[in-house]
């Protein structure tokens, strides 16, 4: 029990510190990653990130925990090339990995712990690379009855049951009735637009395409409350129930967090204690210690350090 609360501790204090924890800076736009220093109108470059002084911090492949220091990367990191892997075999229930994005340009190991996103950017490159495995997948499922049946909501076969969905699994929130209407219409038009003949794979496979290319997919968007904490405003419960997921699992909220977040019940904290202790219960959460360990201590370069067997030779 002792090792296990300490674990928690860790998971929580890493998660928190190398992403700004529930909270983010608070700007004058109320913009997630906007810069509010008059003296630098334009905000940060791509890339960047900005200290408490308002000037960009060079990356020194450390891993930056000021909660300023971070402000202008927590507000909207992009999926690690790992994230979007487990988050697409979970959205679309996979049995595994689709194996898709060894086909993307490599991720930076600049940073310590594999997860500041002050270091993901987005290039074309990426954008294509993503279109590409969206479309893929679209395809894969949309033309598998018994694949895409996995993803019709229990009783509810209309488009729009379907769409309200997949987009609140896909975007980690309730999506806008704007963002429903349109992919129903997307949805609706399947046939059309992919030229598969069976509607409903064709709708799928349309919907597919779109979300997995959607910046509300690649990007953990943190936005906040209008709840304010001096310079820091509160993250909504959709936000801390999406940041836990990542911290432990490193992948998208599953349906019991988002259930929690949607009635408010996740932002209470003996809750929050009791989903991170869930999380690691599962074998996702002791993969996470596994990697801190590996990552903290680079237990997988000892292989490659040579063993001197005449002064220990139970090491030859």
């Given at each position: ?239 801390v129930a999406s940041r836990l997921s990542f911290a432990i699992w490193n992948t998208t909220p599953d349906d019991a967090l988002l259930a929690l977040a949607e009635s408010g019940e996740i932002l209470k904290p003996e809750t929050l204690k009791a989903q991170a202790n869930r999380l690691l219960d599962d074998p996702r959460g ?31």
């Amino acid at each position: 029990m002792i090792w296990k609360d300490i674990s928690l501790i860790s998971v929580l204090l890493l998660g928190l510190a190398c992403s700004s924890g529930p909270v983010r800076p608070r700007t004058s736009s109320g913009g997630g990653g906007a810069n509010s220093d008059p003296s630098n109108p334009e905000g940060p470059k791509s890339g960047e990130v900005l200290g408490s002084d308002g000037k960009p911090i060079k990356a020194t492949g450390k891993t930056a925990i000021g909660l300023v220091a971070q402000s202008t990367a927590s507000s909207f990191p992009r999926l690690s090339h790992l994230q979007w892997e487990n988050s697409v075999r979970d959205l679309l229930r996979l049995s595994a990995i689709s194996g898709e994005s060894k086909n993307f340009p490599v991720d930076p190991s600049g940073s310590a712990y594999g997860n500041n996103g002050a270091l993901y950017s987005v290039t074309n490159d990426h954008w294509t690379a993503y279109r590409n495995a969206a479309e893929s997948l679209g395809a894969k499922i949309g033309g598998d009855a018994a694949a895409y049946k996995k993803l019709i909501p229990t009783g509810k076969t209309d488009a729009k049951s379907i769409v309200s969905s997949f987009l609140k699994r896909a975007y980690r929130r309730l999506p806008t009735d704007a963002e429903v209407n349109a992919m129903v219409t997307a949805f609706n038009n399947g046939t059309k637009l992919t030229g598969l003949a069976d509607a409903q794979g064709a709708g799928f496979y349309a919907m597919i395409s779109v979300v997995l290319q959607s910046p509300n997919f690649l990007y953990r968007v943190e936005l906040g409350t209008d709840t304010t904490m001096g310079k820091y405003v509160a993250l909504d419960a959709f936000e801390v129930a999406s940041r836990l997921s990542f911290a432990i699992w490193n992948t998208t909220p599953d349906d019991a967090l988002l259930a929690l977040a949607e009635s408010g019940e996740i932002l209470k904290p003996e809750t929050l204690k009791a989903q991170a202790n869930r999380l690691l219960d599962d074998p996702r959460g002791a993969e996470l210690l596994k990697a801190i360990h590996m990552q903290a201590y680079h237990i997988d370069q000892f292989v490659a350090v040579k063993q001197d067997s005449k002064n220990y030779p139970e090491a030859a």
